[in-house]
Nanobody, 123 residues
Framework: QVQLVESGGGLVQPGGSLRLSCAAS????????MGWYRQAPGKERELVTA???????NYADSVKGRFTISRDNTNNTVYVQMNSLKSEDTAVYYC?????????????????WGQGTQVTVSS
């Protein structure tokens, strides 16, 4: 089994910064892409940013220039540094990872999700 555990959410004033972390553990042979999604009240979950195991990144237009994603492949951890936060960034942020696992002679690739961490941007 695989688990993703997020940390780093909280309350911050507009213009402030937060850093979210997500650590994967369990039956992990390889982690492919990792990413962060968010869901605000009354809205659908949306992709914020993602990074491949080779380091290629992509960002939603709304966070370009403000958010930076990175990953530590040795520790199976992904981060997102969020700067210049705005009230519209308020949401529950979810970590996602596509993970290859081995079960005896069988292999399985599937997406895993963290439990979510609340980010609130308010004065």
């Amino acid at each position: 089994q695989v688990q993703l555990v997020e940390s780093g959410g909280g309350l911050v004033q507009p213009g402030g910064s937060l850093r979210l972390s997500c650590a994967a553990s369990g039956n992990i042979f390889r982690i492919n892409a990792m990413g962060w999604y968010r869901q605000a009240p009354g809205k659908e979950r949306e992709l914020v940013t993602a990074i491949t195991n080779g380091g290629s990144t992509n960002y939603a237009d709304s966070v370009k220039g403000r958010f930076t994603i990175s990953r530590d492949n040795t520790n199976n951890t992904v981060y997102v540094q969020m700067n210049s936060l705005k009230s519209e960034d308020t949401a529950v942020y979810y970590c996602q990872a596509q993970i290859l696992s081995r079960y005896g002679n069988n292999w399985s690739t599937r997406d895993y999700w963290g439990q979510g961490t609340q980010v609130t941007v308010s004065s």
